[in-house]
């Protein structure tokens, strides 16, 4: 079972490459982040002819999640339950579903913005919920995975250069310490191997040439439970996506699973 997460930023805008990475990759289940479309916006129809359902939580801004999955869509939850609000109101940034043998969530975290920001202190009690909404589930016995941009760099080696982002959010302490807190539930972080370098970027900026100089970070994660671990056979950057025109910031992370 191949599984993957890609930002895909507007999938309105990206949506012929992602209909023939879908069909050049095989891929069963993809978590997709920030569609930028409502929901009847969104390419159900197209993705349909490919043979995929589609689970959407999204209002048509610049959040907005989906579960796209060839093997089945089951007990679809959108939203994250008990989550926090931002300006008053509950933004789309995740929905989850059972999807085969597999249950997963598709995940956008708040950016945070910056330290000082109230959306930083948003981004932790997002975090926060999300821990106590997957806790069951992370301990349980059927294989289990959050994925999806995190918006955070678990470690200093998963940014190009630590002291680019000195005071500046994704790499805190307060940020990786809720990272932690979910990984206590019973979750692993899958770290995928790169296809080009030495580290397994997912996310590089659209200035400054950052792409061809592999100033990168490692933003788009999946933890899985133990289940899911076990079960993994390879896990990778398809860092190729990222190159040419027209294409997303991030690259898919692809995770291939033996269930």
């Known amino acids: 079972m191949r599984i993957a997460t890609w930002n895909v930023n507007s999938v309105t805008a990206r949506l012929p490459r992602l209909l023939a990475w879908l069909e050049a990759t095989g891929t069963d289940v993809l978590c997709v982040q920030e569609t930028k479309c409502s929901a009847g916006q969104f390419p159900a129809a197209?993705?349909?002819?490919?043979?995929?359902?589609?689970?959407?939580?999204?209002?048509?801004?610049?959040?907005?999640?989906?579960?796209?999955?060839?093997?089945?869509?089951?007990?679809?939850?959108?939203?994250?339950?008990?989550?926090?609000?931002?300006?008053?109101?509950?933004?789309?940034?995740?929905?989850?579903?059972?999807c085969g043998p597999v249950r997963l969530w598709s995940v956008y975290v708040p950016n945070g913005r910056e330290v000082d920001h109230p959306h930083y202190a948003y981004k932790l009690r997002w975090l926060d919920a999300l821990r106590t909404a997957v806790a069951e589930d992370a301990a349980g016995s059927?294989?289990?995975?959050?994925?999806?941009?995190?918006?955070?760099?678990?470690?200093?080696?998963?940014?190009?250069?630590?002291?680019?982002?000195?005071?500046?959010?994704?790499?805190t302490e307060p940020e990786r310490a809720a990272l932690a807190g979910l990984r206590q539930t019973g979750l692993t972080d899958v770290v995928p191997r790169p296809l080009k370098y030495d580290h397994?970027?997912?996310?590089?900026?659209?200035?400054?040439?950052?792409?061809?100089?592999?100033?990168?970070?490692?933003?788009?994660?999946?933890?899985?439970?133990?289940?899911?671990?076990?079960?993994v056979k390879d896990s990778y950057v398809d860092r190729e996506e990222r190159k040419g025109k027209g294409a997303s910031d991030h690259a898919p992370v692809v995770v291939d699973l033996d269930v």
């Open 46 to 98: 197209e993705l349909r002819e490919l043979g995929y359902e589609s689970a959407v939580h999204a209002d048509g801004r610049w959040n907005g999640v989906a579960l796209i999955s060839r093997v089945g869509l089951d007990q679809v939850v959108p939203g994250l339950p008990d989550g926090p609000e931002y300006d008053g109101a509950a933004e789309p940034r995740a929905v989850s579903a059972t």
């Open 200 to 231: 397994p970027y997912t996310y590089w900026d659209y200035r400054q040439l950052a792409f061809p100089k592999n100033r990168g970070m490692r933003i788009d994660l999946v933890y899985g439970n133990a289940p899911f671990a076990a079960a």
């Open 142 to 171: 059927l294989p289990f995975a959050v994925l999806g941009d995190y918006n955070i760099a678990p470690a200093d080696d998963d940014v190009w250069d630590l002291s680019a982002f000195e005071g500046a959010t994704h790499v």
